[in-house]
Each structure stands twice: as structure tokens, then as C-alpha cells.
């Protein structure tokens, strides 16, 4: 079992920036393949923001973020990072971290990932 709890959401302006950090713990040592942010607004589907493999060091982004939100790993720490900069209100929703055990080439759905954390709200006012 692999437990993954979020934190660094909150308030911010448009145009601010926010951390989210996600923190790993139990089995993961060398199962988990891919580590992954995904958002949910109100009303809407969980949707794919970002993707970190672990043994490549590949990064993707959803269009709607690139150039603007950065996700990074410290695998020592068991920790994955989501740096989200010139924030837009479009960008509100609750962030999830997800961790993929389960081989297989896609990391962009939901389906991909074995295990997610419990989210952490992210609000972005104009």
C-alpha cells in the first residue's frame, strides 16, 4: 500500500503562485513507476494536469498549464512537487496526487494511477 497526502493549497490572486507538495509513504521504495497531479472543479470530471516518471525523469503537462506550472520530484524524499505560477481563476479546483504501480505507458487518466491522496483546494480569485 502506498499513502499519499497533499498540502500546500489555498487562496491566492490571480496572477500568484502556490506549491503543492505531495508526500509518499509505505511500499514505495521501487514500485511506483509515475507520480501525478490531477484537478476537479465543481460539476466537472477529474482531469490530468501533470506527470513525473520516476526512472526517466519525463515530465508532461496538460496544454492548459504548460509554461506555467512545473512538477518535480525528490525521490529520496518520497515527495513530488507541483509548482503552479501566473495562476488564473480557471485554475480553481481541488488538486489530487496520484501514484502509478501498475505498469503501462499512459499516465494521463485517472484509470492509470493505483492510488491518490485526499486533495487539497486551490482557489484562485481575479
Known amino acids: 500500500q502506498v499513502q499519499l497526502v497533499e498540502s500546500g493549497g489555498g487562496l491566492v490572486q490571480a496572477g500568484g503562485s502556490l506549491r503543492l507538495s505531495c508526500a509518499a509513504s509505505?511500499?514505495?521504495?521501487?514500485?511506483?513507476?509515475?507520480m501525478g497531479w490531477f484537478r476537479q472543479a465543481p460539476g466537472n470530471e477529474r482531469e490530468f494536469v501533470a506527470a513525473?516518471?520516476?526512472?526517466?525523469?519525463?515530465?508532461y503537462y496538460v496544454d492548459s498549464v504548460k509554461g506555467r506550472f512545473t512538477i518535480s520530484s525528490d525521490n529520496a524524499q518520497n515527495t513530488v512537487y507541483l509548482q503552479m505560477d501566473s495562476l488564473k481563476p480557471e485554475d480553481t479546483a481541488a488538486y489530487y496526487c496520484?501514484?502509478?504501480?501498475?505498469?503501462?505507458?499512459?499516465?494521463?487518466?485517472?484509470?492509470?494511477?493505483?492510488?491518490w491522496g485526499q486533495g487539497t483546494q486551490v482557489t484562485v480569485s481575479s
Open positions: 513525473i516518471w520516476r526512472g526517466s525523469g519525463y515530465t
Open positions: 496520484a501514484a502509478k504501480e501498475t505498469w503501462g505507458p499512459s499516465h494521463h487518466t485517472t484509470q492509470d494511477y493505483d492510488y
Open positions: 509505505g511500499r514505495t521504495s521501487s514500485s511506483i513507476y509515475a
